[in-house]
């Protein structure tokens, strides 16, 4: 039995099914259908009006589709409203961060904890009434170099710092799977290095669909990479074959050399 196990194929925990969003007569997702699997590493790119956005839109359910289908963990979610497939474990970071500039690090990640472990009645009590929670909030400042910024109002910290603490709220979500949109967007170049490390860190049971430009970011940490053009799949494959794709090139990195690496 064991041996039938140990070769069963690699469990699927978000699947699409012909994914279709039309605004008007345009077809912003044009029939979609994507599987990610349990632990993957999967990035999603394409050339500006691929699609990604209003993909994402439609995983985390700020839009409804036109047609077709979203599954988590095999049960469809394509109705459910945010919140709710958040509390299932579809969790997103934005392009811009979404904080709260008044709350520190610590206080941030205090909130997330506390709402996660469903704990809202306690939710401004001081954090050392709880040691669980306050164990997971060190464990999160430490695992996201956070800890030396803790108590630093979010409004000044660094925006690679904010990067960071968008992700680690996130992660404070319990996530089955992780939608890192552009996590480098608006990041200077000497801080890229230490968010690049940091996802390459992320538990290897949190599912993980990248949305990004930087390509070195795409190709250092992604195992798949499907390619949008026209709201449509163009291309899907482990990264070596994606980067010598002559059809990818041509529409995507090709573009990125026109503009002079203006991605990076």
Known sequence: MSAVVSGAAPVVVLETRSLVK?????????????????GARHALIGP???????LINLLTGVLEPTSGSIALDGQDITRLSVHERVRRGMVRTFQITQLFNGLTPLSSLALAVTAQRGAGAGLWQPLGRDPAIAIECESLLARFNLADVMDQPVASLAYGKRRLLEIATALACRPRVLLLDEPVAGVPEGDRQEIFE???????????????HDMDLVFNFAKTVTVLVNGAVFAEGDVE?????????AVYLGEDEAEGHAHG
């Open 22 to 38: 039309r605004f008007g007569g345009l077809a912003a997702t044009n029939d979609v259908s994507l599987k990610v699997e349990r």
């Open 241 to 249: 074959s994606i980067s010598n794709d002559p059809r990818v090139k």
């Open 198 to 212: 940091t996802i390459n860190a992320l538990p290897a049971d949190v599912s993980v669909l990248l949305i990004e």
């Open 48 to 54: 500006n009006g691929a699609g990604k956005t209003t």
